[in-house]
């Protein structure tokens, strides 16, 4: 996919780039794509002379009080000069330069990528002291690691600083890295992570994704990544291009928990599965997954259901129109996130308590490699949940009427199915035998 399809970047961004494995070329190949008319880039540390070649225009001026931005013409490069004593390097400014170069570009509305750590040209990396030189006012920061590192042994010849990664992993020199490892590094506070402004949103490029027999690897990792990083992309340079594999980004739960239980005979929230009640089994999963957040809609016995609910953080909105079917529960919750930036919503049923992680995850790693608008389980061609919709979906569902919910727009939407072989993880309990046979076949 593209990146520009994403939206996830505008000419009003400040970004800082730091981290390994393709970063600059990275940076560049991102400026060309989405910023070709007008981009400066900089650095608060040193630049190879030879990465000049990669913008349009390099300048040196004097100083930004009187700054034209006018000389600035496609991809600029814009330096202070070489480095003394290491004439293949050039090197950027001080904070308070940068933060006049930094008014006049947002200003005018030109975006500003920074370079704010170098890697000697290696795979993966660990910060020195010193690093990373992030300005204090930009609104983005993108890390990035290589792919290539991983199944490496650690040494110099992959890795820049690889002592220092020897001792935050508790390992030996030499062994291999492994994606468990590399989830250490970059959800570390003074690893990936260090010197990120609270204010910045993150970004998480897994970078060399051609490096890779099986891109599919990384899902797990970067799963596990979201809940450090705003977003997180599977990256590689093709042919002079950037293509994007996957992006993982924000998205929403909404757990429908406010009917009746007619068939059943009584609130089927509070039904005990596996010596929890229902709506406590379908929380705790939800919370195991990095949802942007959550919400639980309420509505037949409020008063009884609230004080477990009560019990764990999460957003509750009460459906007191949940006689007039499932859709009012669907538009409350599409309602909930329709303004916030994500860019789905998963929903899950409270009469499922058996739903696993796992099966919450093979949605959200599908919609990140496919981006489809709907995603839904099927067991004998009959849907199940868990089900996504896209935020392309969000105006249509907030016009949906009675009890059939989302599944009113599978007809214009044609969603991507994923099917289920275990009639297990297919049931939904309507009736009290329903619970029988469920607790039976776990």
């Known amino acids: 996919m593209r990146l520009a399809s994403l939206q996830l970047f505008s000419n009003s961004d400040q970004i800082a780039w730091v981290g390994a494995g393709g970063k600059t070329s990275l940076m560049f190949s991102i400026a060309k794509e989405l910023f070709a008319d007008k981009c400066v880039i900089s650095t608060t540390t040193k630049l190879a002379y030879s990465e000049m070649e990669l913008a349009d225009r390099p300048l040196k001026p004097d100083n930004f009080d009187n700054f034209d931005v006018d000389q600035i013409k496609g991809v600029s490069i814009i330096y202070r000069g070489l480095v003394e004593n290491e004439k293949e390097k050039i090197t950027g400014f001080e904070d308070d330069e940068l933060l006049k170069l930094s008014a006049i570009l947002h200003h005018h509305q030109i975006p500003l990528m920074i370079e704010a750590d170098g890697s000697k040209r290696k795979p993966c990396k660990f910060p020195a002291l010193h690093e990373p030189n992030i300005p204090k006012f930009v609104n983005k920061v993108c890390v990035v690691i290589g792919l290539s590192a991983i199944g490496k042994p650690l040494t110099d010849e992959f890795f820049h600083r690889p002592e220092k990664i020897a001792k935050v992993l508790n390992i030996s020199m030499g062994e291999e890295i492994t994606t468990d490892h590399i989830f250490t590094l970059l959800s570390h506070p003074n690893g990936g992570l260090k010197n990120i402004p609270g204010h910045a949103e993150k970004f998480l490029f897994l970078h060399q994704a051609d490096s890779l027999e099986n891109p599919h690897q990384v899902d797990q ?208 309990v309507d009736t009290v035998d329903d619970l029988k046979d469920l607790s039976a076949n776990k």
């Open 221 to 428: 990792l970067a799963s596990a990544l979201t809940g450090f990083f705003d977003h997180v992309l599977l990256s590689e340079i093709r042919e002079n291009k950037l293509e994007i594999g996957a992006h993982w980004g924000k998205i929403g739960c909404v757990i429908l928990a406010a009917g009746s239980g007619s068939r059943f005979g009584g609130p089927k929230q509070l039904a005990v599965y596996q010596d929890k009640t229902f709506i406590e089994n379908v929380i705790e999963t939800a919370q195991s997954i990095n949802f942007q957040k959550r919400v639980i809609i309420l509505g037949s016995y409020f008063d009884e259901v609230l004080p477990v609910v009560n019990q764990y953080q999460i957003e509750v909105i009460n459906n007191q129109n949940w006689r007039t079917g499932q859709s009012t529960s669907v538009k409350m919750g599409v309602g909930y996130f329709k303004d916030q930036p994500i860019d789905a919503v998963l929903f899950l049923l409270v009469d499922q308590p058996q739903i696993t992680p796992s099966m919450i995850n093979n949605v959200l790693n599908l919609f990140a490699h496919q981006k489809e608008d709907i995603i839904v389980h099927s067991y004998n061609n009959q849907y199940r949940h868990p089900i996504l919709f896209s935020k392309n979906t969000f105006q249509d569902l907030m016009s949906i009427q009675g009890d059939q919910g989302g599944r009113q727009l599978f007809e214009q939407y044609s969603p991507r199915k994923i099917n289920l072989v275990n009639d297990y993880l297919a049931m939904d």
